[in-house]
Nanobody
C-alpha cells in the first residue's frame, strides 16, 4: 500500500524559510501527479503546488508563486517544498498528496488525490 509521510512544519517568523518534505513509498516517478495542499484556519483545503513526475514540470497558484519551490530528491525519494518569505496567511496544515491513476489535469489547484500524507502544521507569526 502506497504511503506518504509529511515532515518539516513548525512555528516560524514571518519572512522565514522552512522546508517541508514528503517521503513516498514507491518511486516518485511511478505516480501520475503529486501535489502540496494546505488548509488554513476556517478555510477549505486548497491545492497550491503540483508536480508532474513524468517530466518534472511544476505548477503553482498565484499566492505562492515566486515564494515556494517544489523539487524532487531522487536519493531520498522525497518531494520537497521550499517555502520562502512566509506570510501570516501561509499558516495552515500542509499535506502532500499523490495519485497513481493516469489522466486528468495535474495542476496546482487540483484537490482530487487518492494518497495523502498525514499533514504537517506550519504556523507563521508576525
Amino acid at each position: 500500500q502506497r504511503q506518504l509521510v509529511d515532515s518539516g512544519g513548525g512555528s516560524v517568523q514571518a519572512g522565514g524559510s522552512p522546508r517541508l518534505s514528503c517521503a513516498a513509498s514507491g518511486y516518485i516517478r511511478s505516480y501520475y501527479c503529486m501535489g502540496w495542499l494546505r488548509q488554513g484556519p476556517g478555510k477549505e483545503r486548497e491545492g497550491i503546488v503540483a508536480f508532474y513526475p513524468d517530466d518534472g514540470s511544476t505548477d503553482y497558484v498565484d499566492s505562492v508563486k515566486g515564494r515556494f519551490t517544489v523539487s524532487r530528491d531522487n536519493a531520498k525519494n522525497t518531494l520537497d517544498l521550499q517555502m520562502d518569505s512566509l506570510k501570516a496567511e501561509d499558516t495552515g496544515m500542509y499535506y502532500c498528496a499523490a495519485t497513481l491513476a493516469r489522466g486528468g489535469d495535474c495542476s496546482a489547484g487540483r484537490r482530487a488525490y487518492d494518497i495523502w500524507g498525514q499533514g504537517t502544521q506550519v504556523t507563521v507569526s508576525s
